[in-house]
């Protein structure tokens, strides 16, 4: 566990306070602290009736019943209405605005397409009846390894049309990575692409899949759609390619009266052990909440231009460029390529080009962006901004405050978004209209989420106080379970304090109830605020033949929040030496994706246990960061290898 009270001192400084501005608390959905009070403790009293309130947004073929069915830790929302997540998204959007534009893309070498709400859906509607001529049925999985591109969308729209129970992998990840969710998922249809493209170079998706596919029996077809149009190997059984298909089809598939639990997708995460959980979001609760969520905390209007950086291939990009952003009509914006290519403001270049108003990114982009220098930014105008976000891993005080004036111009206010794979939306975050903002805090939790910071036996803290982060009521838009491991999501998230989610953070609130987050209690990384369990990163580091043992640990990293640094040692026979360091950290590249290239591995004699044979990591931790030794050592097996890993870290 992390030694929390070092960042809980740092931020405790923190006192400055921003008040929403006065003309953009005018106009916003939620005006005042006030009103966002009285929502949240209306919701907090009758949950039931909030939610029910708020479910009017959506688009229902047929009324639900009951608005939750809670035997703990199972939720049935909304049970017995019947949705669809594509109609909500596009059909009830094209008689108040088909000629809008729902999808605004620009592809890494510059071209631009304007999909319109009439034009997604035509797209969508004709990709679904290709799927449905494929013979998918009702929640068979389909795995999306796709680039930024709008046939990603339009890929998961079809599917949430007819059933379908999508999966999108990350298209950094490797061919092991993409095995490993085949497996687990059974999917029997992967889409892809030839190849995507990221920092001018052709990343190689369609040859990863075949790889991944070798000896897996799920998969019956490929459909592979054709971006960079270099060549790849086609096999004409087994492969499709989207273009072919979609021309010979000439149908439209409606939208299909799903069961408001009806699972909508599986989303793959690391954890604490070395197996990634498919996180399972089912269809009315995850939209309803990504819908209100989107319309709160950005506080959408009609003309907004809307972008969230995030790649689709992680949760942020499921709910905040597609689910959220489409299903209350707005334009979202998707950029297909890397914040510094082909130069360094290229993000400030796309925002002046398309008159961005909205903008969400990680603070690991913002701490790049200020290395690379203010005079970048300085060059553009920025002047359609009225709105930012973060979302991801803790912002440190002072990157926010150059997010503000640098890039906001002290006109827009910062929403500093706390949420998970597994919350499916928002949880804690500023109402831009609303709250006043602290640099570093992501402030109060949405209405109706009764978020609270706890010790180790589920009691509330006092102000001020480190303690885990828990949610105490169930929320629409929650997982309903691990994919095929419901035990493990019952004990994981369930047992550690009963009745409550264990969200796997630590937190403070301070004197007037906001929340700050000052990380992991557990075994997880976040590396350039992707998540990363590091067993994972072991099992991959062991499985090269040379290595006995491993142990990963993630230090702190100016850029990239944490970066992974390895402790290893070899089998017998094997002689430590800098290449085959670098052997093993282009191994672990290869197996899980360059995400997870450790920063270094240090191969040692051996690794400090503890006396009953448990790795101490938080030692590791130290020395990697070339810490102090504090604390108790005293449980260690062998005191003297202090010393011996110090040195080796000379
Ligand atoms: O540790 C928290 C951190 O990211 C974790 C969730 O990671 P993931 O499921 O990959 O989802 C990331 C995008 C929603 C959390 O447990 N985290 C997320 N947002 C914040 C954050 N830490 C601090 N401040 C945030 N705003």
Known sequence: MKDASETLESLLKEKRSFSPPKLFSAAAHVPDLKSYQALHTKALKNPDAFWAEQAKALHWFHPWEKTLVWDAPNAKWFTKGKLNVSYNCLDRHLKTQPHKTAILWEGEPGEVRKLSYQDLYTEVATFAACLQTLGLKKADRVILYMPMIPELAIAMLACSRIGLIHSVIFGGFSAQAIRDRVEDSKAKLIITADGGYRRGKIVELKRNVDQAIQNTSSVEHVIVYQRTKHEIPFHPKKDFWWHELTAKNKNLADALPLDSEDPLFILYTSGTTGKPKGILHTTAGYLLQAHVSTKWVFDLKDDDIYWCTADIGWITGHTYIVYGPLSNGATTLMYEGAPNHPHPGRFWEIIDRHKVSIFYTSPTALRAFIQWGEKIPHEYALSTLRLLGTVGEPINPETWMWYYSVIGKEKCPIVDTWWQTETGSIMISPLPGATPLK?????????????????????????????????????????????????????????????????????RRDEEGYFWILGRADDVIKVSGHRLGTSEIESSVVSHPSVAECAVVGIPHKIKGECIVAFATLKQGHVPSPEMAQTLINHVAKEIGTIARPEEIRLVPRLPKTRSGKIMRRLLRKIAAKEEIVGDTTTLEDPSIIEELSKSMA
């Open 439 to 507: 640099p570093g805090s992501a402030t109060l939790p949405l209405p109706g989420i009764d978020a609270e910071v706890v010790d180790g036996k589920g009691n509330p803290v006092p102000p001020n106080t480190g303690g885990f982060l828990v949610i105490r009521n169930p929320w629409p838009s929650m997982l309903r379970t691990i994919y095929n491991d419901h035990d493990r999501y019952s004990e994981h998230y369930w047992k550690k304090f009963p009745g409550m989610y264990w969200t796997g953070d630590e937190a």
